[in-house]
C-alpha cells in the first residue's frame, strides 16, 4: 500500500458517500445517471467475486463490502424508493453499447482464461466506460448540481491517482498490470473534459452548465 | 504474467 493507492481507495470512497448521502438527504435522483450506477454495481460485483474466494486484509474486504453496499443502495434508491424523481428522459446512453464490446474484448485480451479472472477483466473494462452515460446525461440536460460535480470529481481523481499508484509499484516494486493501466489511462482521459469545466467553474463558485 | 497473482488492489 502506497499513499498514492490509499488517497485513491479514498477519494473513491468520498465519491460514493457523496452521491448516496447527496440521494438519501434530497430525497431525490434528478440528474443522476440511474445506468451509470447500475454499471458500478456490475463492476464491483464481478470485481469483488474474492470476496467468497480469498481474504487479503481486513481493509481490503472492509472496502470492497462498503462499495458494493453502497452502490447497490444507491441502485436501489434510483430504481426503487425515489423513482419518481429519476430523470428517465435523459438517462438515454445505450448501455449494451459498452456492455457487449467490453464483454467481447475481456474474452479477446485477458491474462488468464478463467471465470474469475475474466470477471475482473471485465470489470476493470466497464468501469473504465461507466461514466459515459453519466456524462452523456449532463450534455443531454445542460447542467449539473454542484454536488454531482463534487461526486464526480472525486470519482475521476480516485482513478487519477491510482494511476500515480501505478507508476510508484513499478518503480518500488517492478508490479504493472497492463489492463489495469490501459484502462485506468482511458477512464481519466474521459474525465478530461469535466476536470477542465470543474476547475475553471465549479471551483470559482460558478454552476456547471455546457455549452462551456 | 508481470501481475501477482492476488488481486491487492480495488
Same mark, same amino acid.
Not at chain 1, 32 to 44: D, N, R, T, W
Not at chain 1, 47 to 70: A, H, P, Q
Not at chain 1, 165 to 182: C, L
Given at each position: ?11 473513491? %470512497? ?62 436501489? @434508491? ?40 475474466? @470477471? ?42 491510482? %494511476? ?43 454552476? %456547471?452548465? %455546457?455549452?462551456? | ?10
Amino acid at each position: 500500500m502506497n499513499i498514492f493507492r490509499l488517497t485513491g481507495d479514498l477519494s473513491h %470512497l468520498a465519491a460514493i458517500i457523496i452521491l448516496l448521502l447527496k440521494i438519501w438527504k434530497s430525497r431525490s435522483c434528478a440528474g443522476i445517471s440511474g445506468k451509470s450506477q447500475v454499471l458500478f454495481a456490475l463492476v464491483f460485483t464481478t470485481r469483488y467475486l474474492d470476496l467468497l474466494t480469498s481474504f487479503i486484509s481486513l481493509y481490503n474486504t472492509t472496502m470492497k463490502v462498503i462499495y458494493i453496499g453502497c452502490s447497490y443502495a444507491t441502485v436501489y @434508491l434510483i430504481y426503487m424508493k425515489l423513482k419518481a424523481t429519476y430523470d428517465g428522459n435523459h438517462d438515454t446512453f445505450r448501455v449494451e453499447f459498452l456492455i457487449v464490446p467490453v464483454g467481447g474484448l475481456a474474452f479477446l485480451v485477458n491474462h488468464d482464461f478463467s471465470p474469475l479472472e475474466i @470477471l475482473w477483466t471485465f470489470s476493470i473494462y466497464l468501469e473504465s466506460v461507466a461514466i459515459l452515460p453519466q456524462l452523456f446525461m449532463i450534455s443531454k440536460t445542460g447542467e449539473a448540481e454542484t454536488i454531482t460535480t463534487h461526486y464526480l470529481f472525486f470519482l475521476g481523481l480516485y482513478r487519477a491517482l491510482y %494511476l500515480i499508484n501505478w507508476i510508484w509499484r513499478f518503480y518500488f516494486e517492478g508490479f504493472f498490470d497492463m489492463i489495469a493501466i490501459v484502462a485506468g489511462v482511458v477512464q481519466t482521459i474521459l474525465y478530461c473534459d469535466f476536470f477542465y469545466l470543474y476547475v475553471t467553474k465549479v471551483l470559482k463558485g460558478k454552476k %456547471l452548465s %455546457l455549452p462551456a | 504474467r508481470n501481475r501477482t497473482d492476488v488481486k491487492d488492489e480495488l
